[in-house]
């Protein structure tokens, strides 16, 4: 087996990636994210919608986590912070949040200076950052140290068929090797509770899930009504699905068969290793961001109907469920689980799949990575006021 | 390279069909062989391995999924008309 390399954190983490962050507090200074981006591109550059105008105590919290979580990630070598000012989380309120981050920090506010000079001054530390981060060497890494998130989304008929058995291999041969796997998505548990609680380490995780689970069927009850149904819709059964068990169920194999360690709230660290489930919802946009807030330093993400998706600081890998979109859509996809059935194994294309990974580990950038196809978004509970 | 329905799991006691198969093919697939495809099955859609009797469990991903409503030949496309939920009764 080839060996991994990675970038050693002061908090012992490791990193699979050295960026430079340039993170919005706010969606105003969205603008001033834009043109550090244009001025440094090797910058990992992300602005979003967020960081105000929402002041419900659980949205707080998830804003607060998100935020600092992608300080924190252990594939983050350096940050700068571009804040507004009288945001709800401007960089005094983040600041105790992160100021044990333990990595190089420089905080810039717009209404300090204008919009022009922060971006100026923006790209100068961003640059100077950049030169910094180079000079740390990657170290030796072991796959204890690795946490693995298994996504899925634009899924089509064989997504559970093919790519998330696929990274269900994978997932298994990793928490054998000693690392830790996390899928969240609660929505698409829906039906398979009973299924997931049995292979719960303990009756306090069993419980968990069962409420998580139970919760993510009541609000879909909530907000769609009589449409609740359709969580398992006409097309899913055009697909051959009958059940939303059978539905589920091809969803969570992607987290393979090894007993559940812990349930982690969206976007918190696990504090187990193994299989962690993540209660988190089922749009992927949303579920990515709480993943790697939770610390997880690379991703596979299945598709079968094709979407480009990625995250800004997470190498995501693409696992096309049919050849005919892996072909359609062959500058996004990384690994073509459509080959299962025409002939390959699950055991060669799992052995394909952590060769992959191996290599994405040691800097091998994935398509997503390369087209640049950040997306970045998170949960919120209740609608901007 | 023939194979045309696949087996997720080896407790399964149905498999997924590859592509549409018509009645009379030869269903082919890791540890599945020596039966005929029984009716048309459209594909992705489920396969009976074995046959089945009235009430009984389902099983993909390893796991009960449904329970059926009547006898399932063995070849014999499974799906909403001869299953049902197993906790939400039609």
Same mark, same amino acid.
């Given at each position: 087996?080839?060996?991994?390399?990675?970038?050693?954190?002061?908090?012992?983490?490791?990193?699979?990636?050295?960026?430079?962050?340039?993170?919005?507090?706010?969606?105003? *200074?969205?603008?001033? +994210?834009?043109?550090?981006?244009?001025?440094?591109?090797?910058?990992?550059?992300?602005?979003?919608?967020?960081?105000?105008?929402?002041?419900?105590?659980?949205?707080?919290?998830?804003?607060?986590?998100?935020?600092?979580?992608? *300080?924190?990630?252990?594939?983050? @070598?350096?940050?700068?912070?571009? @804040?507004?000012?009288?945001?709800?989380?401007?960089?005094?309120?983040? !600041?105790?949040?992160?100021?044990?981050?333990?990595?190089?920090?420089?905080?810039?506010?717009?209404?300090?200076?204008?919009?022009?000079?922060?971006?100026?001054?923006?790209?100068? %530390?961003?640059?100077?950052?950049?030169?910094?981060?180079?000079?740390?060497?990657?170290?030796?890494?072991?796959?204890?140290?690795?946490?693995?998130?298994?996504?899925?989304?634009?899924?089509?008929?064989?997504?559970?068929?093919?790519?998330?058995?696929?990274?269900?291999?994978?997932?298994?041969?990793?928490?054998?090797?000693?690392?830790?796997? +996390?899928?969240?998505?609660?929505?698409?548990?829906?039906?398979?509770?009973?299924?997931?609680?049995?292979?719960?380490?303990?009756?306090?995780? %069993?419980?968990?899930?069962?409420?998580?689970?139970?919760?993510?069927?009541?609000?879909?009850?909530?907000?769609?009504?009589?449409?609740?149904?359709?969580? +398992?819709?006409?097309?899913?059964?055009?697909?051959?699905?009958?059940?939303?068990?059978?539905? !589920?169920?091809?969803?969570?194999?992607?987290? @393979?068969?090894?007993?559940?360690?812990?349930?982690?709230?969206?976007?918190?660290?696990?504090?187990?290793? @193994?299989?962690?489930?993540?209660?988190?919802?089922?749009?992927?946009?949303?579920?990515?961001?709480?993943?790697?807030?939770?610390?997880?330093?690379?991703?596979?993400? !299945?598709?079968?109907?094709?979407?480009?998706?990625?995250?800004?600081?997470?190498?995501?890998?693409?696992?096309? !469920?049919?050849?005919?979109?892996?072909?359609?859509?062959?500058?996004?996809?990384? *690994?073509? %689980?459509?080959?299962?059935?025409?002939?390959?194994?699950?055991?060669?294309?799992?052995?394909?799949?952590?060769?992959?990974?191996?290599?994405?580990?040691?800097?091998?950038?994935?398509?997503?990575?390369?087209?640049?196809?950040?997306?970045?978004?998170?949960?919120?509970?209740?609608?901007?006021? | 390279?023939?194979?045309?329905?696949?087996?997720?799991?080896?407790?399964?006691?149905?498999?997924?069909?590859?592509?549409?198969?018509?009645?009379?093919?030869?269903?082919?697939?890791?540890?599945?062989?020596?039966?005929?495809?029984?009716?048309?099955?459209?594909?992705? =859609?489920?396969?009976?391995?074995?046959?089945?009797?009235?009430?009984?469990?389902?099983?993909?991903?390893?796991?009960?999924?449904?329970?059926?409503?009547?006898?399932?030949?063995?070849?014999?496309?499974? =799906?909403? =008309?001869?299953?049902?939920?197993?906790?939400?009764?039609?």
């Amino acid at each position: 087996m080839t060996e991994m390399t990675g970038y050693l954190r002061p908090d012992g983490k490791v990193g699979v990636r050295n960026h430079v962050l340039v993170l919005a507090t706010v969606s105003c *200074v969205n603008g001033v +994210i834009q043109r550090i981006s244009r001025e440094v591109p090797e910058a990992v550059c992300v602005p979003h919608a967020f960081g105000c105008g929402r002041g419900g105590p659980r949205d707080l919290q998830i804003l607060f986590r998100i935020l600092s979580g992608m *300080v924190y990630h252990p594939n983050v @070598g350096a940050v700068v912070l571009i @804040g507004l000012g009288c945001e709800v989380s401007n960089t005094k309120n983040l !600041s105790p949040l992160i100021k044990d981050c333990g990595k190089p920090l420089e905080i810039l506010n717009v209404q300090e200076c204008g919009s022009l000079k922060t971006a100026q001054k923006g790209a100068e %530390a961003a640059h100077r950052l950049l030169t910094a981060v180079k000079t740390q060497p990657r170290v030796p890494i072991s796959w204890d140290q690795l946490l693995v998130a298994m996504e899925c989304g634009g899924s089509d008929a064989m997504s559970g068929v093919t790519a998330n058995p696929a990274m269900g291999a994978v997932s298994d041969w990793i928490v054998e090797k000693g690392g830790t796997v +996390i899928f969240g998505e609660n929505t698409e548990m829906i039906g398979t509770d009973h299924v997931l609680a049995r292979r719960a380490k303990d009756e306090q995780v %069993a419980e968990r899930i069962v409420q998580m689970v139970n919760r993510a069927d009541k609000l879909a009850h909530d907000i769609m009504g009589n449409m609740a149904g359709l969580v +398992i819709s006409p097309g899913n059964m055009d697909g051959g699905m009958s059940t939303i068990a059978e539905k !589920s169920m091809g969803c969570i194999f992607k987290g @393979g068969s090894t007993t559940i360690n812990q349930v982690v709230d969206y976007g918190d660290p696990p504090t187990e290793r @193994g299989l962690i489930l993540q209660d988190g919802p089922g749009y992927d946009g949303d579920s990515m961001a709480g993943l790697a807030a939770s610390g997880a330093q690379v991703m596979f993400f !299945s598709t079968g109907r094709g979407t480009p998706a990625g995250f800004p600081i997470l190498p995501v890998i693409k696992v096309a !469920s049919n050849s005919r979109i892996y072909e359609t859509m062959k500058d996004d996809m990384d *690994v073509n %689980a459509g080959t299962l059935g025409e002939g390959k194994s699950r055991e060669e294309i799992r052995e394909e799949m952590i060769d992959l990974l191996t290599r994405v580990v040691n800097g091998q950038k994935t398509k997503a990575e390369v087209n640049g196809m950040d997306v970045f978004t998170f949960m919120t509970v209740h609608p901007p006021f | 390279m023939n194979d045309n329905v696949l087996m997720i799991h080896s407790r399964d006691n149905v498999a997924v069909a590859l592509r549409n198969l018509a009645p009379g093919e030869e269903a082919k697939g890791k540890g599945v062989a020596g039966f005929k495809v029984f009716n048309e099955i459209p594909a992705s =859609h489920k396969i009976a391995l074995r046959d089945l009797g009235p009430g009984e469990e389902i099983v993909k991903y390893g796991e009960v999924v449904a329970v059926t409503t009547r006898e399932i030949k063995r070849g014999e496309w499974v =799906h909403t =008309h001869n299953l049902e939920s197993k906790r939400w009764k039609k």
